[in-house]
Nanobody, 126 residues
Framework: QVQLVESGGGLVQAGGSLSLSCAAS??????YGWFRQPPGKEREFVVVVRKSDGTTDYADFVKGRFTASRDNAKNTVYLQMNGLKPEDTAVYYC?????????????????????WGQGTQVTVSS
């Protein structure tokens, strides 16, 4: 059974930091994505992490503040979020894909990912 189990998240003041993790089990994936869904808005791409070479691509609104990484031995990906802003408030989702892409047309699209975590709430107070 394939599972993506997220942990982390919570409530933090603006300027603070939080760390999310996502542990995958049940099969091997080639890429992982973090997405988020702010209240009343659609799900949006945050970052992609590629398993083989560890390369990442970020959405512009998190560049310089968020850092994604992976630990292949643990089948786990991480999202370190620094300098959090109230507009970062959202449910954050981990997603995993069996394929890998270096085209933003594809890796930013939720439909390119095959499995999803349950989501974890991140709330940033002003």
């Amino acid at each position: 059974q394939v599972q993506l189990v997220e942990s982390g998240g919570g409530l933090v003041q603006a300027g603070g930091s939080l760390s999310l993790s996502c542990a995958a089990s049940g099969r091997t994936f080639s890429s992982y994505g973090w997405f988020r869904q702010p209240p009343g808005k659609e799900r949006e791409f945050v970052v992609v992490v590629r398993k083989s070479d560890g390369t990442t691509d970020y959405a512009d609104f998190v560049k310089g503040r968020f850092t994604a990484s992976r630990d292949n031995a643990k089948n786990t990906v991480y999202l370190q979020m620094n300098g959090l802003k109230p507009e970062d408030t959202a449910v954050y989702y981990c997603a995993a894909g069996v394929s890998v892409s270096y085209s933003s047309r594809y890796y930013t699209s939720p439909s390119r990912y095959d499995y999803w975590g349950q989501g974890t709430q991140v709330t940033v107070s002003s």
